[in-house]
């Protein structure tokens, strides 16, 4: 069975997760207060300090009046108004260059020391290339709201949560791979593919949310279950050609996330009640619960975030609960993907 006794390399990858489950929450608290697009440029390197002196901070204020979510948004705010929005986008960057630090400065030291296994190597690059990207990809995400709209497109959105929880998967799985699998864990076909099917609706369910948080959509129709008087609102059906309303309708997306998220908790319980009648190991069955109750504490606080009109802490404690969700199918996918039998 696995041992809890941890390498300093596994240590040190637990800490990355952390810090990218922190950069989820800072993303989130900087979309939820309308401060992403604050810093209308991207500088890497010189990007590093926030303006020094009041002429410096009216320069950058001036750049920001140049574009819609001033001009259609926020025309009339004060100097000290835009100082608030920009520290938090200003502090998400930063926290992403910090995360690259974290990672790439031990990576560089454990390597050197040999202490990185040659069969891991690669992985330990894929990470890496995978952090980068993920820069790329936030600032690719907010020049979209930079051109003749004050929002950022809600695929592009999507995409750079979903690549953030990838990297945390990721990082989990190396950090799980690197002590091995328990030689005794054994898991009949059916509970495997039950498990893939389960993994994948969530993944689904994360792009819908992605969506549904571009697009603003938890502000409206919040009622649970139905929407508002009826189980699907008109204005879920208003786009033609009707797959439209699968992507950029605001109402058909919250109507496939709300009953997605019901969908994934119902596969849960399944794949626990098959666990539990299968001769399975208990480490499996304990994972398949772990997961079964982080679904349903994630589900309640999406209900809760709906029906209380989305206010920040609600709305920041289900985007970062995720990360926790994330990291319990990850374990138990880990645990599982290999050993089917």
Not at 89 to 98: A, D, N, P
Not at 289 to 305: E, H, I, K, S
Request: aromatic share 12%.
């Amino acid at each position: 069975m696995f041992s809890f006794e941890l390498t300093r390399v596994q240590q040190w990858l637990l800490l990355v997760c952390a810090t990218v489950v922190l950069m989820v929450a800072v993303g989130g608290a900087t979309r939820l207060t309308q401060s992403g697009l604050s810093m209308v440029d991207w500088k890497p390197v010189s990007g590093i300090l926030p303006p020094m002196s009041e002429s410096a901070w009216q320069a950058e204020f001036d750049k920001y009046k140049q574009y819609p979510e001033y001009q259609k948004l926020n025309r009339g705010m004060s100097l000290p108004e835009f100082k608030k929005i920009f520290y938090w986008e200003y502090g998400h960057r930063v926290l992403g260059r910090l995360i690259g630090l974290v990672y790439a400065l031990p990576l560089f030291i454990f390597w050197a020391m040999g202490h990185i296994p040659s069969e891991f190597r690669a992985r330990f690059l894929v990470a890496l290339l995978l952090g980068g990207s993920q820069g790329l990809l936030g600032w690719f995400m907010v020049k979209s709201g930079l051109v003749d709209r004050p929002s950022v497109s809600h695929f592009r959105l999507a995409a750079h949560l979903c690549l953030a929880l990838l990297i945390l998967a990721y990082l989990f799985d190396l950090c799980l791979a690197l002590k091995g699998r328990a030689s005794d864990i054994r898991v009949p076909h059916s509970l495997r593919r039950l498990i893939t099917w389960l993994i994948g609706l969530f993944v689904l369910q994360l792009v819908y949310g992605g969506f549904t948080a571009g697009l603003k959509a938890g502000l409206g129709f919040n009622t649970y279950p139905m929407m508002g008087d009826t189980w699907i609102a008109e204005a879920a059906l208003t786009l033609v050609p009707f797959w439209h309303n699968l992507v950029e309708n605001g109402a058909m997306i919250q109507f496939i996330h709300r009953w997605l998220g019901l969908l994934v908790l119902v596969v849960a319980s399944v794949t626990l009640g098959l666990a539990l009648s299968q001769k399975v190991s208990q480490v499996v069955k304990r994972a398949v619960m772990l997961c079964v109750g982080l679904l349903l504490v994630q589900f309640a606080l999406g209900v809760t975030t709906l029906v209380t009109y989305v206010p920040l802490h609600w709305a920041l404690s289900h985007q970062v609960f995720a990360c926790f969700v994330v990291l319990g199918l990850t374990y138990l996918n880990f645990l599982t993907r290999s050993t089917a039998r």
